[in-house]
């Protein structure tokens, strides 16, 4: 039994070589090191592939079969019926009791030359119709590492498994096996996927630890005082511990989904800290004691903390539940960011004003030192800023719906980006993990041998690239290290660069020039295959996969042929390969039933019987003593083998005993097949695929499948995207499902906390053109459309948000206190300005070190970082214009519709008796409360 996960890749692939035999290198793989590696803990599978392994041959000699009246299955019947060991019960005597064993097994060769197939008429052994021969199993597989003949081990972990962990006692396996081996044997690592891993987490530890110092050094800049950047700072360390007692009892792990996680929420711990400190601050700088600013402050701005708390947290829960694979892979990164989030909204209201009201004082930031200068340089320059800002808010409150139109043309423009596929999509980018894929596929009927010659010019190519550490070459492979189903015609080249550190180019570029200076032969298709993001799971053999499903294989070859046509005049795509053209020579016996019948022979006869001939059949096994058991294999002579014409002589024997040629009841032709046969849903099935170079995936896709569109397909017959295609179209509905089900909930949230419909519209609005900086961040680095800046805009929606509570809530507070609207909006933006920008400027500079991906694993979490950075920034900036004036537009609506339903009230009661003395009453007492009705929402 196996446990392991039916997706599962080899997460390590070693390479055994030394100055010896294959044969002695199987051996020794077999009998030493893969007991040794199948009983690490978290390993479930581990296979060998290449070497020569021994095995007894039974060469039979079809004319001398004949010429004794015997077949083929004579030879295999005798040597199972004679190689027996039978237990045979206990004898007991008194008090002893033996065992009784009927043993007949061949120990040695002789016994099995000596072998009797017949007794009667004449005596006939193995000798007389076969020849005996100790040698070795056909190779179907060669295997080389550097050059070397070697043989390989594909480690399989278990599915509940940590890679890491298995990667580590795997390889401290290896460094106690190296010892016990001859020592011109040398064990090698090929690929590791917990290299890639562990290096990853290491660069998300390494861009957490920089992000915290670069949100350090913001803070200074703004605070410029030491006590105050020490308490925000002090919510950083005091949230990620804690969340870590979250991942615990949750069950998750370290990994890279949770440490980016993690990372991601730096910029956003010290939020609300922030807020709140800054208000703290401000009432300080206003003559209050320390204590009392403390309490004021915090009381002040307690509902905008919470409210921008709660939407980053209604938006990342939604992220966690996602359905299938996309919301398995998220899981622990919407919870833990919500956990995380929840602790810093404590630990504002709690540790924040604690430390505030002992440690800051009236005359903080007053000191003669550099910084208190530096402070003060600084505050002239904000005030600038500051009151040119008021400024600029009230000339948009007078042209407040010019200022609609530029916001949301500003998102129409940025939108179009994407729509015109200036911004290219795929499911997950590729990542530069050191390892990438070389496949050699030659034109039908090549031998092993003629494929391993082209193989070892292609190792040539690329011994001549620099950044090449190791070359592992697998010939006759149908796909990968030790994998896929055998073919002499195909191999695989794995190839392993140094370290991301140590060299100019990236994988990409590596691959690029591999296909350039690949060696060209006729027929052949030889391509370098970038690596795939493991995120993403399985999807086949190509970036494109066109899958054609019908039941007549000859109609379902007219289509592929339409389809492979369409792929190579799509741009981006190389290596474009067709599964229907894949056809492999093959000599048929087609049986004649009639002749069947009259020689009372069977069609499972011909064929066991052919098999057997041509491929061999184990019919036993040798144990000889001290020594592993060695298969017996009764197979055809290698003249019978040789040519199919010697094949009709192969001798039948009938149902009446009777001995008929194989030729006297089937007809030998060539022909060719297809070189697997595959069923989905019942329905035969052709796949093509193509990799993608130079584009992305969406976009190669669309116009792939714009031409595959115009193909007329009969009835019954489905053209198919699958592979990456089917998991980025799946994704993308998943997580645009979260992005709605996320909006809705923030508005809900608004809603309760503000008691009011109207209101949280006006913050709604802060929501959309947070993707004007979105897509313009993606188009300007490069960056591709995918799952990781999809989940970057679902937490925009939650972090452009704060810049409009700040400023609503904030409005509704000083109208409260009697100001006019227009007086308190510039107010509250004049008094707001600070917080919104070094809460936006945090969250920038702590994504900075992701979205430079200087380190393995980068390319995944570049997009989030870019998305959230240009996002915040543009969320930033026309927020503080945007809001205001909706807020503006939609108070004079309220006020509008209040004042439509006091005349539609007046005019009802115009119709009340005029002996009704007590009607001014009402309306007197109505006048006073319109100033608190319009005060807050």
């Not at 190839?495 to 990409?508: D, G, I």
């Not at 214009?881 to 503006?888: I, K, M, R």
Request: hydrophobic share 45%; with cysteine; glycine share 10%.
């Amino acid at each position: 039994m196996t446990k392991a996960d039916i997706q599962a890749i080899p997460v390590m692939n070693i390479a055994m070589s030394g100055r010896r035999s294959l044969v002695d290198l199987y051996s020794l793989a077999e009998d030493d090191v893969l007991p040794r590696l199948q009983s690490v803990a978290g390993v479930a599978d581990v296979t060998i592939s290449g070497g020569l392994r021994r095995e007894i041959q039974v060469k039979v000699d079809p004319d001398r079969l004949r010429a004794y009246s015997l077949t083929v299955q004579s030879v295999q019947n005798a040597l199972t019926r004679e190689n027996v060991s039978t237990p045979s019960g206990r004898l007991t005597e008194g008090t002893t009791s033996v065992a009784v064993r009927s043993s007949s097994q061949f120990r040695t060769l002789d016994d099995l030359r000596n072998l009797q197939v017949q007794i009667t008429p004449t005596v006939v052994r193995l000798r007389d119709v076969a020849t005996v021969t100790d040698t070795f199993a056909e190779q179907t597989r060669i295997q080389r590492y550097n050059g070397q003949d070697a043989v390989g081990f594909s480690v399989t972990k278990q599915a509940d498994a940590n890679g890491v962990a298995v990667g580590e006692a795997i390889k401290a396996t290896l460094a106690q096996l190296q010892p016990t081996l001859p020592g011109d044997v040398q064990m090698a690592v090929t690929s590791d996927a917990s290299i890639f891993t562990r290096r990853s987490l290491q660069a998300v530890n390494n861009d957490l630890f920089i992000g915290i110092i670069l949100t350090g050094i913001v803070l200074l800049l703004f605070l410029h005082a030491w006590r105050n950047t020490f308490i925000v700072l002090l919510a950083i360390p005091t949230c990620l511990i804690s969340t870590f007692l979250v991942i615990y009892f949750a069950g998750f792990s370290l990994n890279i989904i949770s440490l980016m996680a993690l990372a991601l929420t730096i910029g956003i711990l010290v939020d609300d800290s922030i807020v709140v400190l800054e208000n703290i601050n401000r009432h300080i700088e206003l003559g209050e004691e320390p204590r009392a600013a403390a309490l004021t402050g915090r009381s002040e701005i307690g509902l905008a903390a919470i409210a921008i708390t709660l939407v980053d947290v209604v938006v990342f829960l939604p992220v966690s539940f996602m359905s299938g694979n996309i919301g398995r892979l998220f899981k622990e990164f919407g919870i833990t960011i919500a956990a995380c989030t929840l602790l810093s909204l404590f630990v504002s209201f709690t540790l924040t004003p604690m430390l505030a009201s002992r440690w800051l004082s009236v005359h903080e930031g007053r000191g003669r030192g550099p910084l208190a200068a530096f402070g003060r340089v600084w505050d002239r320059g904000y005030g600038v800023i500051a009151r040119a800002y008021r400024g600029l808010l009230r000339i948009g409150l007078r042209v407040r719906w010019l200022v609609v139109l530029l916001s949301f043309g500003s998102l129409a423009g940025a939108y179009s980006l994407l729509h015109y596929n200036l911004i290219g999509s795929e499911y997950a980018p590729s990542e530069d993990d050191g390892l990438f894929t070389v496949s050699v596929t030659l034109p039908t009927g090549t031998s092993l041998a003629g494929t391993d010659a082209v193989v070892k010019q292609v190792e040539q190519a690329l011994a001549r690239i620099p950044e090449i550490e190791g070359v592992f070459a697998t010939v006759g492979s149908g796909g990968g290290f030790g994998g896929g189903s055998s073919s002499s015609r195909s191999a695989s080249i794995s190839v392993q660069l140094v370290e991301k550190a140590h060299r100019e180019r990236t994988v990409f570029d590596i691959v690029r020039h591999v296909n350039q200076v690949l060696p060209r032969f006729p027929g052949a298709q030889l391509r370098a295959n970038p690596p795939n993001n493991p995120l993403a799971g399985g999807g086949g053999g190509g970036s494109v996969q066109v899958r054609l499903l019908g039941d007549d294989f000859e109609r379902l070859t007219q289509l592929a042929s339409q389809v492979e046509e369409a792929a190579r005049n799509t741009p981006g795509t190389i290596g474009v390969q067709n599964d229907s053209q894949q056809r492999d020579p093959e000599v048929r016996a087609i049986v004649n039933r009639e002749r069947l019948a009259d020689a009372r022979v069977t069609a499972e006869l011909v064929g066991s019987t052919l098999r057997t001939m041509v491929g061999g059949t184990v019919a036993t096994q040798l144990r000889s003593d001290g020594q592993n058991q060695i298969d017996v294999r009764v197979i055809g002579t290698d003249a019978q083998r040789a040519s199919p014409a010697q094949l009709g002589a192969v001798p039948l024997q009938g149902a009446s005993g009777n001995i008929v040629r194989l030729d006297q009841v089937a007809t030998l032709v060539n022909d060719a097949g297809p070189a697997r046969i595959q069923r989905t849903d019942r329905q035969r099935v052709i796949t093509v695929t193509a990799n993608v170079q130079g584009r992305s995936l969406g976009d190669v896709t669309r116009d792939m499948r714009a031409q595959t569109n115009q193909i007329a397909t009969p009835e019954g017959y489905r053209i198919q995207y699958a592979g990456q295609v089917q998991q980025q179209e799946q994704a993308f509905a998943t997580i645009l499902q979260a992005l709605g089900l996320s909006v809705i909930l923030v508005y809900m949230l608004m809603v309760a906390l503000y008691e009011s419909w109207l209101t949280p519209f006006a913050i709604m609005f802060s929501l959309p053109v947070a993707l004007v900086g979105a897509f313009l961040g993606l188009y300007v680095t490069g960056n591709t459309f995918n799952i990781f800046s999809m989940i970057g805009m679902i937490m925009l929606m939650g972090l452009a948000g704060k810049n409009g509570i700040l400023l609503i809530d904030f409005t509704d507070q000083l109208r409260a206190r009697g100001l006019g609207r227009t007086e308190a909006i510039l107010e509250a933006g004049y008094a707001r300005l600070r917080p919104i920008i070094m809460t936006s400027c945090t969250i920038v500079f702590a994504m900075l070190p992701l979205a430079l991906k200087l380190e393995e694993g980068g390319e995944s979490r570049a997009p989030l970082a870019v998305v959230l950075m240009g996002g915040i920034i543009s969320s930033t900036i026309l927020t503080l214009l945007l809001v205001p004036a909706v807020y503006s537009i939609l108070d004079d609506a309220k006020n509008g519709l209040a004042r439509l339903g006091r005349r539609l009230k007046g005019q009802r009661r115009t119709h009340v008796p005029a002996a009704r003395p007590v009607a001014p009453a009402p309306a007197a007492r109505r006048g006073p409360a319109l100033p608190r009705a319009t005060g807050v929402s």
